[in-house]
């Protein structure tokens, strides 16, 4: 996945870039980020799953934000980010790694999730609305330096 970013998506490539340096460092972070534990500042507990092939290879990853109670987290990036490594893409991966999203999200009781994505990611803005996405607003990020779409998609969860 990594060589495949670094190919064909480098602004995604430093994403992941720790993971080249020390591996399991890298994963460890990631348990601890899980757990709120040794949080960079204005950071939240996230959740992170990797997209797996039955073959092993790793194809991408999804992650959800415990809560959003930053202003950029709100206002820029909301509970899920998904990245699917380019040769994948448009093989469904996209759809699984919502999936897995939302059901993370039902697992910690979170009622609905925002989630954003570029007005021109025509890909992506499908995933989200057949996903159960409503289209909130469009509107210009500062940040991300393009139109941004806000969804909120309700997350459905039995108890």
Request: proline letters at 4%; hydrophobic letters at 40%; glycine letters at 8%.
């Amino acid at each position: 996945m990594l060589d495949d970013f670094d190919q064909y998506d480098p602004r995604n490539t430093e994403f992941y870039a720790s993971a080249r340096v020390n591996f399991t460092r890298y994963v460890l972070d990631l348990l601890d980020e899980e757990q709120g534990i040794n949080l960079r500042d204005g950071w939240v507990p996230c959740t992170h799953r990797w997209l797996v092939t039955p073959g092993g290879a790793v194809v991408g990853v999804t992650r959800l934000r415990h809560r959003i109670d930053t202003p950029f987290l709100l206002q820029q990036a909301g509970h899920v980010g998904y990245d699917v490594a380019p040769s994948h893409r448009g093989q469904g991966y996209g759809h699984i790694a919502l999936r897995v999203a939302m059901e993370e999200a039902a697992l910690r009781c979170i009622p609905k999730i925002l989630i954003y994505t570029a007005e021109a990611n025509n890909a992506s803005r499908a995933i989200i609305e057949r996903g159960g996405g409503a289209l909130e607003s469009i509107a210009y990020s500062d940040f991300w330096k393009e139109r941004e779409c806000r969804y909120w998609i309700s997350v459905r969860w039995e108890g």
